[in-house]
């Protein structure tokens, strides 16, 4: 089998080339969910339609008990995943009558706010130090029930406070004051942070990045998260390329 990989039966490949882009490529992504299709590129009609199973598949499957806290984690740096969590945030508020907050747990490479036209002045490291309603540090995203926690203001302790018994104290927080949570974590294969707040999430939906993450890694990560008791609910294969057209897997 090819180092380069074909991991979970739950896989969702997201393609063509680019369908998201890395993080921190700005504007690419910010409107995307509200595009109509009209007017798409064939990628990004195609990409908006697999974001669109995998939130039908993580949250909205009738019959079956579905996860309200979700964490997404990269397995290396520069996988799209903050670009993808934007992207299923926006769909997921679209999508259900209740609340829905995208939580930017990434302190490494904080890129949230950008994605989605906002500043990061008040976040999650404030809240982590501060007393308050966990609203308040929150910032309310377009006309849908869609809030932003970012990272907020970041101080050289700021990676300490999500060891501290204070962060399962707002995630709870959060899941009292939200039906949904969408956490964007930094990459599992680069940093433990990730780890921490995936024992505090439902599960974990791995984005890997084509012809980049090696079998290899994604299979320990993976290994990693099932002894610590964290579901993995499966996994994205995020700017996958199609050397035929796109159309005609479906056939096969």
């Not at 579905?66 to 992207?87: Q, R």
């Not at 433990?192 to 984005?207: E, F, H, I, N, Q």
């Not at 012809?211 to 996994?235: H, M, Q, Y």
Request: proline share 4%.
């Amino acid at each position: 089998m090819s180092r380069n990989f074909e991991l979970l039966q739950s896989e969702i490949c997201l393609g063509n080339a680019r369908a998201y882009p890395k993080d921190g490529v700005a504007g690419e992504a910010k409107n995307h969910a509200q595009t109509a299709a009209v007017g798409l590129t064939a990628a990004e009609s195609a990409a908006r339609e697999e974001s669109l199973k995998l939130v039908q598949r993580l949250f909205l499957t009738p019959g079956q008990a579905t996860p309200k806290c979700v964490l997404f984690a990269g397995i290396d740096v520069e996988a799209g995943c903050s670009s993808l969590c934007a992207v299923v945030s926006r769909l997921l508020a679209e999508s259900v009558p209740g609340s829905v907050c995208l939580l930017e747990g990434n302190f490494r490479n904080p890129t949230l706010p950008k994605l989605m036209g906002v500043d990061n002045h008040h976040g999650l490291a404030d809240a982590l130090r501060q007393e308050g309603s966990i609203r308040s540090f929150a910032k309310r995203i377009g006309t849908n029930d869609l809030w932003l926690l970012s990272s907020g203001s970041l101080v050289k302790d700021s990676v300490d406070l999500l060891n501290s018994a204070r962060l399962k104290e707002r995630i709870g927080e959060l899941r009292s004051s939200f039906e949904y949570l969408v956490i964007d974590a930094p990459p599992l294969g680069a940093y433990a942070d990730g780890l921490v707040l995936s024992r505090l999430a439902d599960g974990v939906v791995l984005v890997l990045e084509a012809n980049e993450t090696r079998r290899e890694a994604a299979l320990r990560i993976t290994d990693s998260l099932r002894k610590s008791n964290v579901p993995v609910l499966g996994a994205v294969l995020n700017n996958r390329t199609f050397p035929i057209p796109a159309a005609l897997y479906k056939r096969l």
